[in-house]
């Protein structure tokens, strides 16, 4: 393998793209169509995969004000900030944006490995570098029954996929989570088997909803969130949503996830959102939406059917969970 370690550039990586030039690349075409045609589109109008960026040239972005292509308002910086699951700094909620003041998510190394022509060990700066960076207002739907609404920063896997070239051999993707036990409370207790672990089929992976993802809210990725990388699916789980990744690693067997390992029962590796399928201990029907009092019914593959169910065709559910 070739191991390929340069100096990091002086460039933060959210402006590795200037903002108003990825903000205008994707137009709002609900918007804009519904609005042409005084018709509201179907979800299916949108597989064309353009998002919210309402932004002109040099203007500001009001992220508070962004919505997802339901129509979906987006969640307020502080509750995406201050209601988290990343067991690296502790098992409550509040614990990631109390505990994470401490950790350095820079300098950092990615490694992608395994079945590529191209593997490859880089600084975040020279990693991130060939991808241009876009907004997406995601729909979260946690295995706890909560769900948020995020305007994420980041980039298709699909376009790091065709650069590191996967062989024939990788049928599947592993990511890995940093292991810094100085830093990270929680990875001084053995709540979890260090590190976290999370998988993809390739296919998944590849999928154009699937981001890596680099910030939120316009800006990177606060510690608590996952910083500086983590990966989000959001037709899944949110624990397939790995945060602080350092290794991308192609691999011919489906690869083993954190929560499956733990509970081979109860988690699955596909995680795909499913209201009809309830988790052992609680119906996965219905979720809380952070900042709303009543209850939303849970939809299948968490709103995203249309670009995703194609995937699964043909497959039990039940038994795949
Ligand atoms: N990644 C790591 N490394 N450690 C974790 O504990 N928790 C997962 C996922 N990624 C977790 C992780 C779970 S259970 C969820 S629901 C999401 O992160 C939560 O993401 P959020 O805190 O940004 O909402």
């Known amino acids: 393998m070739i191991i390929r370690v340069k100096r990091p550039s002086d460039v933060p990586s959210s402006e590795i793209t200037p903002e108003d030039v990825y903000l205008n690349r994707r137009r709002f075409i609900r918007q804009a169509a519904a609005g042409a045609a005084g018709l509201a589109l179907a979800p299916s109008a949108l597989a064309a995969m353009e998002w919210p960026s309402p932004a002109g040239p040099g203007q500001q972005v009001d992220y508070s004000k962004l919505k997802s292509e339901l129509g979906e308002p987006v969640n307020s910086y502080k509750d995406i900030t201050h209601y988290n699951n990343f067991y690296e700094f502790g098992t409550s909620k509040t614990d990631p944006a109390e505990n994470s003041g401490d950790f350095h998510p820079r300098p950092w190394t990615v490694a992608v490995e395994g079945h590529v022509k191209n593997p ?101 990725l606060p510690n608590q969130d996952g910083a500086p990388l983590r990966l989000i699916v959001p037709w899944k789980y949110g624990f397939k949503g790995i945060k602080s990744i350092v290794r991308i690693r192609f691999v011919e067997d489906m690869p083993h996830n954190t929560w499956w390992v733990v509970n081979p029962h109860e988690y699955g590796f596909y995680a795909n959102v499913n209201p009809n399928v309830p988790h052992p201990r609680w119906s996965q029907a219905t979720e809380r939406r952070l900042g709303e009092w009543r209850r939303r019914k849970t939809l299948m593959f968490n709103g995203y059917g249309d670009q995703v169910a194609q995937m699964y065709a043909g497959m039990d559910l039940h038994r795949w969970f």
């Not at 907004?135 to 920063?153: F, G």
């Not at 590849?206 to 809210?217: A, D, K, R």
């Open 120 to 220: 490859g060990s880089y600084h975040l700066e020279e990693f991130l570098a060939p991808y241009k960076l876009e907004d997406r207002v995601y729909r979260m739907r946690c295995v706890e029954a909560w769900s948020i609404v995020v305007p994420w920063r980041g980039f298709p896997l699909a376009d790091l996929v065709k650069r590191v070239e996967p062989t024939g051999d990788a049928k599947f993707v592993q990511f890995t989570t940093i292991v810094r036990p100085s830093q990270m409370p929680g990875q001084r207790t053995d709540v979890l088997p260090w590190p976290y672990i999370e998988g993809l089929r390739l296919d998944e992976a590849t999928n154009p909803l699937t981001l890596l993802v680099t910030g939120l809210y316009g800006k990177d």
